[in-house]
């Protein structure tokens, strides 16, 4: 049975797997209150998930019943398996869906298996499947269809975009204040603001200055028009350049090719330089060392529009997206997977787009979490996105109560918190970016943007109020 605190379920949830997908979902869960059990073959990775974040641990393997049984997988509201092995995480789930579990999540990367997940979601009682790799490669593309962004999110069912970009010096909109921006442009609303380290959820008088970072939200086509007025239009790569050929690759060579671009990978392994070539044929395929500069000259990395370091060594991807930007490419995007290079590789050596995997797979897991311990009943967070190192967030709600107290009162008497926002209201097909005189109304899907603290999570819509 579930137990309340506020407004938040503290739910059972047991984690199979503490490797770095597992270990950031734990992390992320640590100031939730829930009851997480986190078991691993490795009794050193369960130690350190015991000891930095408020976990159980139990040393042992995820596919074996008695192990699941002592984690008490029968009262579980959540397992999720998300160990490296795919055919174990799909076993784990469906021992503890038998035993009694209430939902399940694994953590699937063979394409094959991937692929076929409608099919096998009902027979295994999955609730959902998570894929860092092809998760990852989305991110990517999205940020290749606009280079000029450092970070992408559709949002509203697609019918919203959350962009993040760097304001320079020439940029016309700096010293603009957010009621200039609205008045100019229309459509767009600025929702969050980060200067340096400080998250500002800016008020009409905020003004922008040389260094911030913006994350704005619009239509798609309204983003597009807005970065053409303010200068920083560019269109999307034609030619783009992979280093290292795994599975991101694969499934960010299948998207870049699906979007018209020529896709070029180069492959230090044989076996897997002859297996890419097979499955895209309309790919360039090299066999040659990723990290050696004078290959990348040969092979024509200055003549690329983007190039994207996807090795499996973080230092390796560091100093080939420095050497890319040296050859000013115009789009370099470095895969890393200590989420703590982030600052320093932004703040230091100015590598602006980086993708972590398991963070962008454990970050869908925990707003899948968060979504399920909402309590009330008249409204249900339906998407978490976070921005701006993660300092900041936007919370799809879905409004379901229409006698709820903020429903059909206009913005601008609405006593939202003052590092609260509503840039987005989805309304059947139509998305709304809203002013003072606009209304929530039943059924809506709400966009929210708020400062993240991860001591007190927003889980309701009545969070955000004061």
Known sequence: ????????????????????????????????????????????????????????????????YDILKEAGVAKAHLLLAVTGSDESNLLSCLLAKKAGAKETVARIENPEYFERFEIMKADLGLSMTVNPDDMAAGDIARQLRLPYADKVDFCASGRAEIVGFNVAEACPIVGMTMRDVRGKFGDVLVCVI??????????????????????????????????????????????????????????????????????????????????????????????????????????????????????????ENIIISLFAKSREIDKVITKVKKRTL???????????????????????????IRGKANTTQDSKIDAIYKMADEKAEALEFRILDEKAEYVDIPLKMLKLRPDVIISGILRGNDLIIPGGDDVIKALDTVLAVTAYNEDNPIIDFHDLLK
């Open 194 to 315: 980060k200067r340096g380290d400080k998250i500002i959820i800016p008020s009409g008088n905020t003004t922008i200055e040389v260094g911030d970072e913006l994350h704005i939200t619009a239509k798609p086509k309204n983003i597009v028009n807005f970065f053409k007025k303010i200068k920083l239009f560019t269109v999307k790569p034609k030619k783009v350049m992979l280093l290292g050929g795994g599975r991101i690759a694969y499934y960010l060579a299948e998207e870049l090719i699906d979007m018209g671009m020529k896709v070029t990978i180069v492959e230090e392994k044989k076996a897997r330089a002859e297996e890419l070539s097979v499955m895209l044929p309309e790919a360039n395929v090299i066999l040659g060392d990723g990290t050696d500069q004078a290959v990348l000259i040969e092979e024509g990395i200055d003549d690329m529009d983007a190039v994207i370091t996807l090795m499996d060594a973080d230092e």
């Open 342 to 368: 982030s600052k320093f590789l932004y703040d230091s050596l100015k590598i602006e787009s980086i993708i972590s995997p398991h963070w962008v797979a454990a970050n869908r897991i925990v707003s899948y």
């Open 1 to 64: 049975m579930s137990r309340v605190c506020g407004i938040i379920t503290i739910m059972r949830i047991i984690i199979i797997g503490a490797g770095k997908v597992g270990s950031a979902v734990a992390e992320m869960l640590s100031n939730m209150e829930h009851d997480v059990v986190v078991i691993d073959r490795d009794s050193e990775r369960v130690q350190r998930c015991v000891s930095n974040f408020d976990t159980s641990g139990i040393v042992g393997s995820g596919t074996n």
